[in-house]
């Protein structure tokens, strides 16, 4: 049927509808003329929301003043490399990819922009950071809620496309690439994607799962309930909340050395860090001082942790002599830069305040380019399509423990060693004993 001859007044409501539109247009254009000739600013920012975007490029952006287009996305982009693949297609075809700001909060985070500092702007640190002295890296993420609520959300995610394949692979790519030519966002970005390039597929045997159940026992009423309690998740969902990837690069500097990745919620805490660790100190001179403390007569291997959240803070753990005994006794301590302490005074920014000023500045470090996260699905995709075909083990696991057992057990195979009786300062001050209370 013909619309128009159905409604005769329909043709009428739409030029009125165009010209009053055109009417407040011009309005608002004559008045932001006229304050901008008082003003030398000539920048103009307009936030558009969902599928208005393609109306703003192609209708509203050629009628402007000459000046910048900046778009901001925020993640998910996309939900598979090939989704993620189709949405860069349709973005290249209203935008060029300098226009694209793409948008990882973690990346405006303090203590993750400082990773480029501490590793380039330190010989101490450059000499050591290669295969020849750490052992293994591992990325953390925890949580210590539930999906309260949101779980019909989080479902059609799950924690890998939610953590791992962002924010913990965009902190991977900063902790293991090469030195970039110059501080510029394209040298830094390409030193990100070669790196990433590196990553071998990750075999499914190098990879653990979970999904969290109530607590019954526990006094906390949160803690009692299960994922799958969540009225908005399907009863029979498989999506995990904890998972556990390691991942091997293969180029000259890491061939050999683990990269996991670990990422879970309702667990005992919330904490996101990196901990570097370093490999064992040769020779046996101090076996016998330790034996009493350390059945196995192991030293503790020195780590390097930067803590992202909460409590921002870099610290070196390592071995010295205990202070007022005789002989050599060897305890675990740490050399510590805890901001909260060092930097009293000193407000940290938001991240999302970091990076919008980015977008202001035409900055790029700090956001994601369309190989950068190409690479990053090619990394996860083939794990994705296993746990979407339920050919990965589910493993349950309380609301409120430590982490997986068998997460652990796959970290100590690929040569990460958690001995579990070292506290950092901070953690002593508080109401936590010990480590192993955490494990419990």
């Not at 030398?40 to 003043?65: E, R």
């Not at 030293?299 to 753990?317: G, S, T």
């Not at 990076?355 to 369309?370: A, C, E, P, T």
Request: net charge neutral.
């Amino acid at each position: 049927m013909d619309q128009n001859k159905s409604n005769p007044h329909s043709s009428s409501i739409s030029q009125t509808t165009r010209e009053t539109v055109n009417c407040i247009f011009e309005r608002l254009r004559f008045q932001i003329t006229r304050l901008e000739s008082a003003t030398p600013l000539t920048s103009h920012i307009f936030f558009i929301f969902g599928a208005s975007g393609d109306l703003a490029k192609k209708k509203i952006y050629p009628t402007l003043w000459p000046g910048w287009l900046r778009l901001i996305v925020e993640k998910p982009f996309g939900k598979d490399l090939q989704s993620s693949n189709k949405l860069s297609e349709h973005l290249s075809k209203c935008y060029v990819e300098e226009e694209i700001y793409r948008i990882d909060h973690y990346l405006g985070k303090e203590m993750v922009q400082n990773i480029i500092v501490l590793r380039f702007a330190n010989h101490i640190l450059s000499r050591v950071w290669n295969r020849d002295s750490i052992a293994a890296v591992i990325i953390i993420f925890k949580e210590d809620i539930g999906t309260q609520g949101r779980g019909g959300y989080f479902d059609q995610f799950g924690i890998i496309r939610d953590v791992i394949q962002n924010h913990l692979i965009q902190i991977l790519s900063i902790v293991g690439m090469e030195k970039p030519r110059s501080t510029k966002g394209e040298d830094i970005r390409d030193e990100k994607v070669k790196l990433l390039r590196c990553i071998s597929p990750v075999k499914p045997e190098d990879v653990v799962i979970g999904q969290y159940i109530g607590d019954k026992n526990s006094t906390n009423v949160e803690h009692q309930q299960g994922y799958l309690d969540d009225k908005t998740v399907p009863d029979n969902s498989t999506t995990p909340t904890y998972a556990q990837l390691i991942l091997n690069i293969n180029n000259e500097r890491w061939a050999g050395v683990p990269f996991i990745l670990r990422a879970g919620k309702a667990l005992n805490e919330k904490k996101a860090e990196i901990r570097i660790q370093f490999r064992d100190a040769p020779g046996a001179m101090f076996d016998e001082d330790i034996r009493e403390s350390d059945p196995n007569g192991r030293l503790a291997r020195d780590e390097l942790v930067i803590r992202v959240q909460p409590n921002e803070a870099i610290y070196l753990k390592l071995n010295t002599k205990r202070p007022g005994e005789m002989g050599f006794s060897i305890e675990e301590t740490e050399l510590d830069l805890t901001y909260g302490h060092r930097y009293q005074g000193v407000k940290l920014p938001d991240a999302y305040e970091r990076l919008i000023l980015d977008v202001f500045m035409g900055s790029k470090i700090n956001f994601v380019r369309s190989d950068e996260l190409q690479e990053a699905w090619r990394i996860v995709d083939p794990i994705l399509e296993l746990i979407d075909q339920k050919k990965l083990p589910l493993i349950p696991y309380k609301f409120g423990v430590f982490g997986i057992r068998e997460a652990f057990e796959a970290a100590a195979k690929h040569g990460y060693i958690f001995r579990g009786t070292y506290l950092w300062k901070d953690e002593r001050s508080g109401s936590i004993t010990s480590k192993e209370e955490k494990k419990k």
